[in-house]
């Protein structure tokens, strides 16, 4: 389910049922890296659409959390940001990223699924579907593990 009015309100009569929440890590940066950050958010973007159209009614797919590149205290914002998803009941919370920075800054009791980025701006749409559940394909079990 994604974050709309319409999903939501199913989210909330089939809350007990939808025990996972998915966001998208997406890095900002207005530097000369600014075309490489925006091509990774870019692609964690598409990936995560394609994560909750596969496990529609399990998961919720929340709007990405957005972070400029050094920002302090984004660590802790993140943090916080799973702490409400725990709250509200949820019992996994997954991180999609391509920023490898993540993989040493997140500590909390989430699960980070770092991908590496794969610049899609040359694929036709068939090719960039085609790489997209390729990629999906193989973050899968690291769900269904979860949910045993």
């Not at 400029?68 to 725990?86: D, F, K, M, P, S």
Request: hydrophobic share 45%; with cysteine; aromatic share 12%.
């Amino acid at each position: 389910m994604k974050w709309m009015m319409k999903e939501v309100g199913q989210y909330l009569q089939e809350k007990e049922f939808v025990d996972t929440v998915v966001i998208p890590l997406i890095p900002l940066d207005l530097s000369s890296t600014a075309k490489q950050t925006a091509s990774m958010g870019e692609y964690i973007l598409y990936v995560s659409a394609e994560i909750e159209r596969q496990f529609k009614g399990r998961m919720l797919l929340l709007p990405s959390y957005s972070y400029w590149v050094g920002e302090e205290g984004a660590v802790e914002r993140l943090q916080a940001w799973e702490n409400q998803c725990r709250e509200a009941g949820a019992k996994h919370v997954f991180f999609i990223t391509s920023d490898v920075w993540w993989q040493q800054a997140y500590t909390g009791e989430g699960t980070l699924l770092w991908l590496p980025a794969v610049p899609m701006e040359n694929f036709d749409e068939e090719m960039r579907r085609k790489v997209v559940r390729d990629s999906v394909s193989g973050l899968i079990a690291s769900f269904t593990e979860a949910w045993t």
